[in-house]
């Protein structure tokens, strides 16, 4: 695994067979900094065959537009295609970004119950699981040597709020 830190958010490469899994990007605008950063860690774009974000913030999907335009394949999670446009109005305000939004048909749309077999697919143990605490779309990647990918984290002192949260209950295997 290796953190591409080229932004404010934090992207991890986890390599695979034929090639890996980029979880998350930074904000439309960042694409010469994400090269950068590939390139000292030795790793060049066609090193990367899927890009999945934890959730469709700005934060988090900025170049995958972009990344989807250079030849980079998009997995999205099923209960996130409702939310895939949500950045479109807010890096549309900006003209002098880049931004180039995603385009969720040429996606590979998987639900998380058939994450582990899709993961295998590309070389990866391990599966991708809800975690709508974040936001509603939230989804984490945990890997079976142990590794966890969580997108943002609530603070400690907000946890009280999901006490008693039927909707959340509902969430849990």
Do not use: W
């Amino acid at each position: 695994m290796i953190r591409l830190k080229y932004g404010n958010t934090n992207t991890f490469y986890i390599p695979g067979k034929p090639g890996g899994l980029l979880i998350d990007t930074d904000f439309a605008g960042t694409l010469q900094a994400f090269f950068r950063a590939l390139k000292a860690n030795h790793l060049e774009l066609n090193d990367i065959s899927y890009v999945l974000p934890t959730h469709c913030h700005p934060d988090h999907v900025g170049l995958i537009g972009e990344l989807q335009h250079l030849g980079v394949n998009l997995l999205l999670i099923d209960k996130q295609l409702t939310t895939v446009h949500f950045p479109d109005e807010i890096f549309g305000r900006d003209k002098h970004l880049r931004y180039a939004p995603i385009d969720e048909k040429r996606a590979a749309v998987i639900s998380c119950d058939e994450s582990r077999e899709f993961l295998r697919l590309i070389g990866i143990e391990g599966e991708i699981i809800s975690t709508p605490s974040h936001s509603e779309d939230s989804v984490s990647v945990i890997l079976d040597s142990g590794d966890c990918f969580v997108g943002d984290l609530e603070p400690y002192e907000y946890l009280t709020g999901y006490d008693d949260n039927p909707q959340l209950e509902n969430e849990l295997p």
